[in-house]
């Protein structure tokens, strides 16, 4: 019963507010309501045009930051990857132009990148895991050091690497790894550009893809950890880059970070997608050559910035 006075009330006392309103627009304050519409629309177009004009300035300022390090710093990563062959990875769905920009900017450091390797999202479908295992099984050869505790994926990783790269620069393409593409490409996990290696390469990076909507569990991201370990593990070094949200919940390098055992030996730089971000990863393949590895970049990059041995020291 109250509820139902309460209804009662709130109508009538609306139909009271409109009767108001006629009375009042007929009278005294006639014109007085389309001049406040008025000023506020003026108000609202004002706080329109200052907001673009942030976006603007903001734009502005992004533009001169990655001009500056394009620009001015441009030179701090020649001859760092010198004589290096590096694979480029992209993880299912990773962004083709950053893949381009971290091709680019590895070449223009001295690196070659030999290949280009574009893994399928059945690579990592927990509907495919029999046939991932069993094509793990028939590729693993005598040559191919396999720790005892090692996951299928980590396996996969290092045969992987078996066929595009080794720990040692020179090595080229013989028949195990060419029967190791063929294994890989024939059942679909994965593509090659170009088709055939002639040279294996020592270091990998892998490009991270966004993480998906909605944000997955960060342990949907175990097996790609794994293979990247697997990587590592069969090359001179690996390193995986992304943009920032790939570092936050749901994305693969907050996996990755969350993992000691893999974010001891692989590394990894969450600004991939900035001029700063992609010498960063020079620098850090570059680290990774020597034998050491961190976390770099803007998100719970444990290792701050860049490499410490291209850090400004502190006097």
């Known amino acids: 019963m109250i509820d139902f006075r309460y209804h009662i009330v709130s109508i009538v006392a609306i139909f009271f507010a409109l009767g108001a309103g006629?009375?009042?627009?007929?009278?005294?304050?006639?014109?007085?309501?389309?001049?406040?519409?008025?000023?506020?629309?003026?108000?609202?177009?004002?706080?329109?045009?200052?907001?673009?004009?942030?976006l603007d300035e903001a734009k502005a300022l992004d533009k001169y930051r990655d001009d500056y390090v394009a620009k001015v710093t441009a030179g701090l990563t020649d001859g760092k990857l010198a004589g290096k062959?590096?694979?480029?990875?992209?993880?299912?769905?990773?962004?083709?132009?950053?893949?381009?920009?971290?091709?680019?900017?590895?070449?223009?450091?001295?690196?070659?990148?030999?290949?280009?390797?574009?893994?399928?999202?059945?690579?990592?479908?927990?509907?495919?895991?029999?046939?991932?295992?069993?094509?793990?099984?028939?590729l693993i050869n005598a040559d191919i050091q396999i720790p005892a505790d090692s996951t299928t994926y980590q396996r996969a990783g290092l045969i992987l690497a078996r066929g595009l790269a080794a720990k040692e620069e020179g090595k080229a393409a013989d028949p195990e790894s060419t029967k190791?593409?063929?294994g890989l490409t024939g059942s679909k996990l994965l593509s090659l550009k170009p088709s055939q290696i002639k040279d294996r390469a020592s270091l990998v990076v892998v490009v991270a893809a966004k993480?998906?909507?909605?944000?997955?569990d960060n342990s949907t991201y175990n097996d790609a950890v794994d293979f990247a370990e697997g990587l590592d593990q069969g090359s001179a070094g690996a390193v995986v880059a992304g943009t920032p949200v790939t570092a936050e919940n749901g994305g693969l390098l907050k996996a990755?970070?969350?993992?000691?055992?893999?974010?001891?030996?692989v590394s990894s730089v969450d600004v991939a997608d900035i001029p700063a971000g992609q010498a960063t990863v020079v620098f850090s393949l570059a680290e990774q050559a020597g034998g050491k590895a961190g976390q770099y970049g803007a998100v719970d990059a444990k290792n701050g910035v860049a490499p410490s041995?291209?850090?400004t020291k502190d006097n």
């Open 85 to 138: 062959k590096i694979v480029l990875v992209t993880m299912p769905n990773a962004d083709g132009d950053l893949a381009n920009q971290l091709t680019e900017e590895l070449e223009t450091a001295g690196g070659q990148v030999t290949t280009r390797v574009a893994l399928d999202s059945k690579l990592f479908d927990a509907g495919q895991r029999q046939l991932v295992e069993q094509l793990v099984n028939e």
């Open 22 to 54: 006629v009375v009042l627009g007929a009278g005294p304050l006639k014109g007085t309501g389309s001049e406040l519409v008025a000023s506020q629309a003026e108000r609202d177009r004002q706080q329109l045009a200052d907001a673009r004009a942030k």
């Open 211 to 216: 993480p998906p909507t909605p944000v997955p």
């Open 309 to 311: 041995d291209v850090q």
């Open 256 to 265: 990755l970070r969350s993992d000691s055992d893999a974010a001891k030996i």
């Open 180 to 182: 190791i593409l063929s």
